[in-house]
């Protein structure tokens, strides 16, 4: 049974940080990975997607790397600003979608 | 990208009622598409992969009297929360991918408060 887990499970930064968000899963046998945003309430918004064949994708001050064999992926967020908090879920794609437990991120001015 | 609309975006109901939720691609057909349910402070869990033209398959513990799918065609597909109970009340979102393993369009989900 694929389980997905994500640390750190919250996080309270100072704007301008760097910043690191894992995921692991523990069934390398995936389609693609894909990383949401979801803010309070809110649906999800994509952020980045994976294939199974791809090491890393970049959008913007975003880079997810992705690491099969060893059932993990990281974001990475770079010079990190306050509208960036929000909840960060990654999710891999079997036959159907698994979420991880998501991160809570909160950069404050 | 691909659009997934879902509506109501909120809905508050009596206990014992019966709510539908529509999700809809917008600019794709979508040949399956998933319903998810969210509690507070709490991760996506996948509820059902609902099949245009055939029943949908639940996940273990969801019961399909309680949670009607429909995927009448390539681009809606509802949820039917029947004989709603407080303890039903959550976040409910779609999603839908153009094709088998392709990147998942989420719709804005769906608050369901049932009184």
């Known amino acids: 049974k694929q389980e997905v887990t994500q640390i750190p499970a919250a996080l309270s930064v100072p704007e301008g940080e760097n910043l690191v968000l894992n995921c692991s899963f523990t069934?390398?046998?995936?389609?693609?990975l894909q990383w949401f945003r979801q803010d309070p309430g809110k649906g999800l918004t994509s952020l980045l997607l994976?294939?199974?064949?791809?090491r890393e994708q970049t959008s913007g001050r975003l880079n997810a790397s992705l690491d099969k064999s060893s059932g993990r992926s990281t974001l990475y967020i770079a010079a990190s600003q306050p509208g960036d908090s929000a909840t960060y879920l990654c999710?891999?794609?079997?036959?159907?979608?698994?979420f991880g437990t998501g991160t809570r991120l909160q950069v404050f001015p | 990208g691909a659009v997934v609309s879902q509506h109501p975006s909120r809905v508050i109901c009596k206990s014992g009622t019966s709510v539908k939720i529509e999700c809809r691609s917008l600019?794709?057909?979508?040949?399956?598409m998933f319903w998810y349910r969210q509690f507070p402070k709490q991760s996506l869990m996948l509820m059902a992969t609902?099949?245009?033209?055939?029943?949908?398959?639940?996940e273990q513990g969801v019961e399909k009297d309680k949670f009607l799918i429909n995927h009448a065609s390539l681009t809606l597909s509802t949820l039917t929360v029947t004989s709603a109970h407080p303890e039903d009340s959550s976040f409910y979102i779609c999603?839908?991918?153009?094709?088998?393993?392709?990147?998942?369009?989420f719709g804005e989900g769906s608050r369901l408060t049932v009184l």
């Open positions: 999603s839908a991918s153009r094709t088998g393993g392709g990147e998942l369009f």
């Open positions: 069934d390398s046998a995936i389609y693609n």
């Open positions: 994976i294939q199974s064949s791809q």
């Open positions: 609902s099949n245009e033209g055939s029943k949908a398959t639940y």
């Open positions: 600019d794709f057909q979508a040949t399956t």
């Open positions: 999710a891999v794609n079997t036959d159907k979608l698994i």
